[in-house]
Structure formats: structure tokens, C-alpha cells
């Protein structure tokens, strides 16, 4: 998912990815000056899409953290969402859970021939880990990866099904029995944080199998 934000509004960009940050963080990221990134955070705030919040770290100055309201995080598209959510409840109460299950299942099993298919030419662990990032990057989840003490995490920034999620979970734990399907034995996946319990982002951590390499 690219980021396609206006020079004014880049900010927007870089709280969504990088999480709640003090201004100077955010003028760095920004490349401007801190009266810069302060003024662009302002603005942003005046319609909603931003706000801070004064943190105490010790002895010193109190530091303010900028962070995307609810507002904010609506810029970034949940597909589809009223009429995935209206479906999901017309099949629950139509046809049953089971038939609802049938659907994620079927859904799981093309998405691990689809990923699978991204990742084929791979040649080893981590560059699997990056199609898979780019796949799912390319489907709007703002992913990425970054390597972790022995092995790496799959980081996605924002969920373009979360309306869907929230009505079936069915499909959050059919993403993560996807990805062990599509990294398969040389490595263990891990959820390790989820936007359904409160975080900003999900994350999987992905830990190479050693048993599997004796």
C-alpha cells in the first residue's frame, strides 16, 4: 500500500506506520524542521485527524505524543465494510454457522494458493517472509517485515478486512493458520499482536525451526 498523502498530510502516514510519536520524531521523519512537522500536526489536529497527549518521563519536561484519532484512521480504507458486515450477518442468521465457517474455509484455501504461489521462487526464509510482506502490502495491509533477535516479524500496519474481523473472527484465525501453511516447517509463527485486542497493528513473529534443519 503506497503512501499517496499529500505533502501537508504526511504525517498521517508516518503515525499510522510508526505509532504514536513525540514531535521531534515526527519532524525527522518528515524532514522538516520541528516548527514544521509542529505546524502540519496542528492543522491536522484543527480537523480531527490528529491528536496529542502530554506524558511525564521522569524529571523532565513533559513531552507531548501525537497519535491518529478515530477520524484519522478512517483515511485508510476498510473495504467494503458495510455491506462485508451486512453479508456475514445475512449468512450467520440464513444459513448457519456452518455455512459461514464454509466460506472462511474457502477463503483460507485460496488465499495459501495464491501466497504460495508469490513466495515459490523464494530462497530461503527470509526472502519468503518479504513476498509474502509485498503480497499482502499489495492488498492493503501496510505490511512489512524487520528481523527480530533469531528471526523476524511480519508487521501489518493496518487491516483492510477489521469490519469483517470484527463480525467473524473466523477470519483472524484463519490469516494465522494461513501463514504457517505458507512459511510451512522451517519456521514457527506467532501472533503477536492484534488490532481485534486493542493493539495498533498486528503482528506475527516468525522464529526459524531449528529441530527441522538436524
Known amino acids: 500500500m503506497k503512501n499517496n498523502f499529500p505533502e501537508n498530510e504526511k504525517a498521517v502516514w508516518i503515525l499510522k506506520t510508526k505509532g504514536p510519536q513525540p514531535l521531534i520524531a515526527v519532524a525527522e521523519e518528515l524532514n522538516i ?16 485527524i490528529v491528536e496529542a497527549v502530554t506524558v511525564s518521563k521522569g524529571r523532565g519536561r513533559p513531552q507531548q505524543i501525537w497519535s491518529l484519532t478515530a477520524l484519522g484512521n478512517q483515511r485508510f480504507p476498510d473495504t467494503h465494510a458495510d455491506l462485508t458486515v451486512r453479508l456475514i450477518n445475512s449468512m450467520r442468521d440464513t444459513l448457519g454457522e456452518e455455512a459461514l465457517q464454509t466460506v472462511i474455509d474457502a477463503t483460507q484455501k485460496a488465499n495459501i494458493t495464491r501466497y504460495t504461489q508469490a513466495v515459490a521462487q523464494a530462497g530461503n526464509l527470509e ?8 503480497a499482502r502490502d499489495a492488498e492493503g495491509y501496510m505490511a512489512s517485515y524487520e528481523k527480530e533477535g533469531d528471526g523476524f516479524l511480519l508487521i501489518e500496519n493496518h487491516c483492510p478486512i477489521c469490519a469483517a474481523a470484527t463480525a467473524c473472527l473466523g477470519f483472524c484465525k484463519s490469516e494465522l493458520e494461513t501463514f504457517k501453511k ?12 492484534h488490532i481485534m485486542e486493542g493493539a495498533r497493528r498486528c503482528a506475527y513473529s516468525i522464529i526459524p525451526d531449528k529441530a527441522d534443519k538436524k
Open 127 to 134: 526472502e519468503k517472509i518479504n513476498c509474502l510482506a509485498q
Open 182 to 193: 505458507v512459511i510451512g516447517r522451517e519456521a514457527k509463527v506467532k501472533r503477536v499482536n
Open 33 to 48: 524542521t520541528v516548527e514544521g512537522a509542529r505546524f502540519q500536526l496542528l492543522k491536522l489536529a484543527s480537523e480531527g
